[in-house]
Structures are given as structure tokens and as C-alpha cells.
């Protein structure tokens, strides 16, 4: 029996749906590792991940399959067994699971035992579970192949170990959150190693699918818990791990421990990653977006164009008469700054138009938030005749605390494509503009140095829609209302319960009101990149019309 293996981690970013691309990008890393016994590829790798409603297609899984023999045929040049994660139909049933091709064929497949149903997975709807999986060989050493999450809880590992599993290789799409890395090592996968005393190698893919993002950062534990290998996030990776057995069981020699991205740059790449990835992958030359001088469109151009580069990013200011100078000129700084086309389009023309039409019908009403959206509307009017013009998206650029409460208009400022700081709350948005101006994140393709003007993100924030209009006349400051929200909306908390936490109870029971009130407006939002543990629209799921309120 030998007392060395190899195995190479390959974390890869994938296309759901591009069976060929995906097994290309597959046999292209396995020609990398020539040296390896093994090489591992993340969840559900050749179909992408996750697929949604895309799996119930016959002609998927059948071309699956085609490609999947394909990726068998290959492995009979003597060189590593690949671990391939694919969709799997035994008995009529549906099955999320894992392939070992080795000497030319399907040697052994496993299937997914736990199957996630909450937050943005619903598996349960999509597969059916496998039963508790035995382990397989490979070069003479008994691996178990628990997936994703199989390791969340005990029952799949401790059956593989006393099955005979000697090393655990865990496939995983598992979506980046704020500090999932914590949770992964410590909380999940040095538990499973210690409770069985085996080594545990964690893979993880990386990039962009719609609102998700994942980050990759795979790492390897050994069953004494000591972290032996830790692979970079927010980027693709091979990585060849190096074991040995011993009298107490194999080991993982150490290898490469990357840094991780620290907070507040992991939120800064997950918006960026995810957006290159829906642009490129949806074939669009480039964004446009509307550049209004404030804060939120500043840090939308600054992800763009470290998406992107700065050459495929186009914003257009788009003035009324209640537009400042100071905002023209931050928008104009801005842009050259960061390096990217700056276009200027006044609206007043178009808004005047709409006046005279609608003069006869408004005749005897009040001016009121009416002519305000008005123009809101009329620019997104604007920004999408671009879009059409030309083929840029239009990237929207709405925040959290703003979509929460529906201070947004339906069919303006939220029309478009794409929204990167969808899930960033305001007080986050200030935090990365910060960040950003001291350092470009280390998957940026953006210039260095400061990008987002100071007095952009001094200025009181402003939709400018009316004279001296700010945020505040409106909303309580960011700084009160953020906290809120993150309890309404994060966990869940009741109006009374915030209360008891010093907050004024008029003041929550408007905002909790508010909430309900604009889910409408979110249902037809676009999407947007996933940061934390209650995103709408793949996290939070509210009924439209309902009566229930806490207060």
C-alpha cells in the first residue's frame, strides 16, 4: 500500500449550462497535474452551479452524461482520477453527486446525502437524497467524498469513517457570506475532521452565478484540526496537496497558507467578481449608468470599472434644473478619476415635455412626488435608450437601506440590468468608498488611488428631485436607520424588541411599515450580488399583500 498520495485541488470557476466549456476548463487542469494520483473539482462542476430549473431538462442531464463518459475516456492515459461533480439519474431518481473517472471509466459515483432547503438553496425540490455514502478507492486509499453539505452536519462523515474512510475530499458550492470563512474552517470542517479524527480537504468554486458569488478560499484541515493548507480567495486556482501516511493515519503536509481578503475587501471582490461574471458571461460590451455625483452611483463606476477595466464603463450625468454644480463637478472629478467615458444629457427638455402633456390631467393637483419621480423615470428612459443603442447594460445603482424602505422609483433609478450594491446597506456603502480610495482590491483591473472624490463622501446624501432636497428630510440618518433595518430585516425582530433596544418606537414602527410597503418595488428590482444572510429576493421571501405588522 503506498505511504504517499497526491491530490490536487482544482478550484475553478464555471458557466452553468456549458457542459463542454465547463469539461474543457476540467481536462485543461488535469493536464497541469500530471504528477498527481488525483484531482478534485468542485460541486457540480460540469453543469454549473447551482442550476435551478435548468436540471429538470432531459437534454441536460442527457448531454451530461455524453460528457461525462467523455471525461472517462481521457483518464485512460494513465494519468491522475479526476473526482467530477455532475447530476446522476438511478432509478428514476434525481440525484446531486460525484463521479471517480479512472483507467478510462466511470469508476464509482456517490450522491448527495443532506440536502439544503433554506436561505438560497432548495434542493429538496430539485434532487432526491442519496443514501449514506461508503467510501472509494483510489491508488489503494479508502476517500470519502462527502459534498457540500454533507459536512454541515455529522451523520454522512462518521458513517464514511467507520466505513473505512481514511481522508475526506468534501466538494462544495458554497456561497461567499460575511465571515463564511469562520464558519467553514471552525465551525464546520475542523469539527468533522476532530470528531473523526481524518483529514479533510475542502474544495470550494469561485465566481460569479446571478445574485450568488462564491469565493473559493479551499483549504485542507488534518484530524488533529491544524490547518495545513488554505488556498486564495476570489481567484482560480490548482493547488497539488502532498500526504503521508503515518501510524496515527494520513496527514497532509503543509503547504501554501494564503492571506484572505480582510473586511471590508471581501465585500469589495464579491461585488466586483459577481459582476464581471453576469456582464461577460450575458456577452455585453460594457455598463452604462446614470453618474448622479453622489455616493452610491460614485462606488457602483468604481466596481464597474475594476470589474470591467475602465475602458467598458460609460456614465451619464443626466441634470434637472434642482441638479447642483457641486454634483456636475463630483460626477465630472469622479469619472476622471476612475478613468472612464463621462457623457452629459439634461433632462429638462424631456421633463418639460411631460408637463405640457400632462398639464390637462394634473390641472387642478398640487405639485407633489409626482414630479419628482418624473424625472427619476425620464432618466431611466434615457439610460435604457443607451443600453439599447448600444448594447452597454445598465447597471443600477440603488442600496440596501434605499431598497428596504422603497426610497427608490419603480421604472427609474431602479430600471436596468444589474445592481452590484443591492445587498450593501448605506453605512457598508460609505465603508467600502473609503476602502476603496486607500487601496484597488486585489481582482481590480481599475486605476490606483483615490477614485471617489472626498466630497462625495462628505456631502449629505441628496436624491435632488426638488429644491435643497436630502436623505434626511425623508429618513432618519443612515447612522439610525442601517440598525434598524438589520433587525427587521437580518433577524427578524419585532418592533418591540428593537424598542427594548433604545430605538424610538414611532420611528420603527414607520420603518417596519415602510418595508412591507415597498416589496412590490423589490419583487420587480434587478438582480444583485448576495452579501449577507437575508438578501431579497433568494433569502427573504415576503409576501406582497399582507396585514401582519409587530407594532
Request: proline share 6%; glycine share 8%; with cysteine.
Amino acid at each position: 500500500m503506498p505511504d504517499t498520495l497526491k491530490i490536487t485541488l482544482a478550484q475553478l470557476n464555471q458557466s452553468v449550462g456549458d457542459l463542454a466549456g465547463n469539461a474543457a476548463g476540467m481536462l485543461a487542469a488535469r493536464a497541469k497535474a500530471r504528477s498527481s494520483d488525483l484531482i478534485a473539482f468542485p460541486e457540480l462542476q460540469l453543469i454549473g452551479y447551482p442550476p435551478e430549473d435548468l436540471i429538470l431538462k432531459p437534454a441536460l442531464i442527457e448531454r451530461a452524461q455524453a460528457e461525462l463518459e467523455k471525461l472517462a475516456q481521457a483518464t485512460n492515459d494513465g494519468g491522475p482520477a479526476m473526482l467530477v461533480g455532475s447530476v446522476f439519474i438511478r432509478d428514476g431518481a434525481l440525484h446531486n453527486g460525484v463521479a471517480l473517472l479512472d483507467q478510462g471509466k466511470i469508476a464509482a459515483t456517490r450522491f448527495k446525502r443532506e440536502l439544503p432547503n433554506y436561505g438560497t438553496f432548495d434542493e429538496m425540490r430539485l434532487f432526491q437524497p442519496g443514501p449514506l455514502p461508503e467510501p472509494i478507492i483510489v491508488r489503494g486509499t479508502m476517500i470519502g467524498v462527502p459534498i457540500c453539505e454533507d459536512i454541515w452536519q455529522p451523520d454522512v462523515c462518521r458513517h464514511l469513517a467507520d466505513f473505512g474512510a481514511e481522508i475526506f475530499v468534501c466538494i462544495n458550492g458554497s456561497p461567499y457570506e460575511i465571515d463564511k470563512d469562520t464558519l467553514r474552517i471552525d465551525g464546520v470542517a475542523k469539527r468533522r475532521a476532530v470528531d473523526t479524527g481524518l483529514p479533510l480537504a475542502y474544495l470550494n468554486r469561485v465566481g460569479g452565478q446571478d445574485e450568488i458569488v462564491f469565493d473559493g478560499a479551499s483549504f485542507v484541515v488534518n484530524g488533529d484540526g491544524g490547518l495545513a493548507v488554505q488556498m486564495r480567495d476570489w481567484e482560480e486556482q490548482s493547488v497539488e496537496t502532498r500526504w503521508t501516511k503515518t501510524a496515527q493515519g494520513w496527514r497532509c503536509d503543509r503547504g501554501e497558507i494564503a492571506q484572505l481578503a480582510d473586511h471590508p475587501e471581501d465585500i469589495y471582490c464579491a461585488m466586483t467578481m459577481a459582476l464581471r461574471d453576469y456582464v461577460d458571461r450575458n456577452r455585453f460590451p460594457g455598463v452604462v449608468l446614470g453618474m448622479s455625483g453622489g455616493i452610491d452611483s460614485a462606488i457602483c463606476a468604481a466596481i464597474a470599472a475594476d470589474a470591467l477595466g475602465p475602458e467598458r464603463v460609460w456614465a451619464v450625468m443626466l441634470p434637472s434644473r434642482f441638479t447642483s454644480q457641486e454634483s456636475l463637478d463630483d460626477a465630472a472629478d469622479c469619472c476622471k478619476a476612475l478613468g472612464i467615458r463621462h457623457d452629459v444629457i439634461p433632462i429638462q427638455p424631456a421633463v418639460e415635455g411631460f408637463d405640457a402633456m400632462l398639464a390637462d390631467s394634473f390641472a387642478d393637483k398640487a405639485v407633489d412626488i409626482t414630479e419628482e419621480n418624473l424625472q427619476s423615470r425620464i432618466r431611466g428612459v434615457t439610460l435604457m435608450a443607451l443600453s439599447n443603442k448600444f448594447g452597454h447594460m445598465l447597471m443600477t445603482t440603488g442600496n440596501k437601506s434605499e431598497m428596504s424602505v422603497g426610497y427608490a422609483t419603480i421604472y427609474g433609478d431602479m430600471a436596468g440590468g444589474y445592481n452590484p450594491i443591492k445587498d450593501a446597506y448605506k453605512m457598508t456603502v460609505f465603508a467600502i468608498s473609503k476602502w476603496r480610495n486607500q487601496r484597488r482590491p486585489k481582482i481590480g483591473l481599475g486605476r490606483d488611488g483615490v477614485v471617489i472624490p472626498e466630497n462625495i463622501i462628505v456631502k449629505p446624501p441628496s436624491a435632488e428631485l426638488r429644491p435643497d432636497q436630502k436623505d434626511s428630510d425623508s429618513l432618519p440618518p443612515y447612522e439610525v436607520l442601517d440598525p434598524i433595518l438589520l433587525g427587521l430585516v437580518e433577524h427578524d425582530k419585532s418592533v418591540d424588541q428593537l424598542v427594548g433596544e433604545g430605538f424610538d418606537k414611532p420611528t420603527v414602527t414607520r420603518i417596519e411599515r415602510l418595508l412591507h410597503l415597498a416589496e412590490y418595488k423589490r419583487r420587480q428590482a434587478p438582480p444583485g450580488v448576495k452579501l449577507g444572510t437575508r438578501n431579497f429576493g433568494r433569502d427573504r421571501r415576503y409576501p406582497i399583500t399582507h396585514a401582519f405588522r409587530t407594532a
